[in-house]
């Protein structure tokens, strides 16, 4: 079975490769990348060694590693199709012998090989000592195998979700994840620095080395002091979780094969469905505004793209000003960057509907059908952003203590905002462009320059459009005149309206002139 199951994952990877040249070409090209890197880790592992701090960074090192191997198969179940197990079973296979040949096929791979590196180079950074390079041969593969482990188990338990609508739903925000993720790393630095080096992390190293797997770097620097006694009960550790994860795995592993997935239940009686409807529905108007805005809040929750957008948007609009505000060098302006994100997602937005626009477009027969279509659209985005954009100044403020500047900022916000809707409604009919449904790109082949003319560009005249108001803001702090700032209030408000008002009212002849053309562009994808 073991050896069966190691074939099919090399048969795989060589069928996979013979696919395409470009194919080729990108996974030797990520060879060769995640090798320099591992090389380049390790070599700074190995000079590492001797230092006070080396088995701290050794066992952070192999903890996050652990964190990588538990979270990825969430993120990109597709990257790997032996992690699906469903595939399985159909055969008449015990899970015994499925288990074991299946941790054997996974440490087949780039991810096991730069695992494997990057261990090895925490074991040796580490390790002090004969006792200490002795333990480090175990310690190394347990540290290994653990990893592997817990990303079947994570995987085999959430295969089902995972292969959904929902699952692909969380890949998709995969790229929220990176996002937030490389905030924090340079926020904790930064920290990090300011706190006097690695040392400060040396109270949560000693936390993780009784967690599997660092436990099993740890039992080295145990090793390595002469605590002999403290080496065997990590290491007992380090096997006793990978014992766990094992038992995990084949548990996951028997229920999948041998309970019904939703394709074999019978479906739910239409009787038994709520008849209650819509609650959100009843608080839209009636008409054709209330549909167009409903249908677009819809493709907000359940459209895995146009979610990821809004999701992306809500998050960096938040964590730039306020991590920027912990770090003591933010601006309460950085407030203003919450509206931005958010203005960006009234760009191009017929390429969201896809081909579906089609229905779109058979409702639109004037420039008055294409106003009330793009006004609505244009409601249902403020529904979100304007609370968003006020709770994001208001928390800013507080954070900085900068409560004079509050209505000024707030003002801006709103005039930048009715400026980014405004060039968002005029890019959408002028630069359309299709959205793929699958995959992670925003764009199909062919359209990458109508994408960047419209979002950049448009968010270029935004910025020129605010003009006015910031020249405003400029010229009463220059005379001194900062107590009649709360005027930007109710200046940036109105103006922010003034010019959403007017961008539809110049997008809606276009958009009804262009229908075929648009139709043509957002239905590439």
Not at 257 to 263: E, L, V
Not at 345 to 360: E, K
Request: aromatic share 6%.
């Amino acid at each position: 079975m073991t050896r069966v199951l190691v074939q099919l994952k090399l048969a795989l990877l060589r069928n996979g490769l013979r696919q395409s040249a470009g194919r080729r070409a990108a996974y030797l090209a990520s060879v060769v990348v995640v090798l320099l890197i591992a090389a380049l880790q390790l070599l700074g592992l190995v000079l590492l060694h001797g230092n006070a701090h080396a088995a701290t960074v050794g066992t952070l090192l192999t903890a996050l590693l652990a964190l990588g191997w538990a979270v990825l198969p969430l993120f990109f179940p597709s990257g790997d199709e032996t992690l699906d197990p469903t595939r399985l079973v159909m055969l008449p296979l015990r899970p015994d012998p499925l288990v074991r040949g299946l941790l054997v096929a996974s440490l087949v791979g780039i991810g096991p090989l730069f695992t494997l590196t990057l261990v090895v180079g925490a074991a040796y950074a580490t390790a002090r000592g004969p006792a200490a390079a002795a333990v480090a041969v175990l310690a190394v593969p347990l540290a290994l195998l653990t990893c592997v482990a817990l990303a079947r188990a994570v995987a085999a338990a959430n295969i089902r979700l995972l292969t959904s609508r929902k699952g692909r739903d969380l890949a998709v925000l995969s790229g929220l994840v990176v996002a937030i993720g490389a905030q924090l790393v340079n926020f904790g630095v930064q920290r990090l620095g300011a706190a006097g080096g690695v040392g400060a992390l040396d109270p949560v190293a000693d936390v993780l080395r009784w967690i599997p797997p660092a436990s099993a770097i740890g039992a080295v620097d145990a090793a390595g002091d002469g605590a002999y006694g403290t080496a065997v009960a990590r290491l007992a550790l380090s096997v006793a979780g990978l014992v766990f994860l094992l038992t995990t795995w084949r548990r996951a592993l028997t229920h999948l094969m041998t309970s019904p997935d939703g394709s074999t239940i019978q479906a739910a009686e239409p009787g038994r469905r709520s008849r209650r409807g819509d609650p959100g529905r009843r608080l839209l108007p009636d008409g054709r505004t209330g549909t167009v805005m409903g249908r677009t809040l819809r493709y907000v929750w359940r459209d895995p793209k146009t979610k990821a957008a809004w999701v992306t948007s809500l998050a960096i609009g938040l964590i730039v000003p306020v991590l920027n505000a912990l770090q003591g060098t933010g601006s309460v302006y950085f407030a203003c960057f919450a509206a931005g994100m958010l203005g960006i997602q009234m760009y191009n937005q017929f390429g969201q509907d896809t081909s579906a626009f089609w229905i779109v477009a058979m409702t639109i027969s004037s420039p008055r059908d294409a106003y009330l279509e793009m006004r609505a659209r244009a409601l249902a985005l403020l529904l979100i952003t304007l609370p968003y954009a006020t709770l994001v100044t208001v928390v800013t403020t507080a954070m900085l203590g900068a409560w004079a500047d509050f209505a000024e900022v707030l003002g801006l916000s709103f005039a930048l905002l009715g400026a980014m809707l405004a060039t968002g409604a005029w890019s959408s009919a002028r630069f359309p462009y299709s959205i793929p449904q699958e995959g992670y790109k925003n764009v199909v082949p062919g359209q990458a320059g109508l994408a960047w003319i419209s979002i950049f560009g448009g968010m270029v005249a935004a910025a020129l459009l605010c003009a006015p108001v910031l020249a405003l803001t400029i010229t009463l702090h220059a005379q001194g005149a900062d107590s009649w700032s709360w005027t930007l209030l109710p200046i940036g408000a109105a103006y922010g309206a003034a010019a959403t008002l007017l961008g539809l009212r110049l997008a809606a002849p276009r958009t009804a002139d262009r229908l075929p053309e648009i139709l043509t562009a957002v239905s590439k994808g």
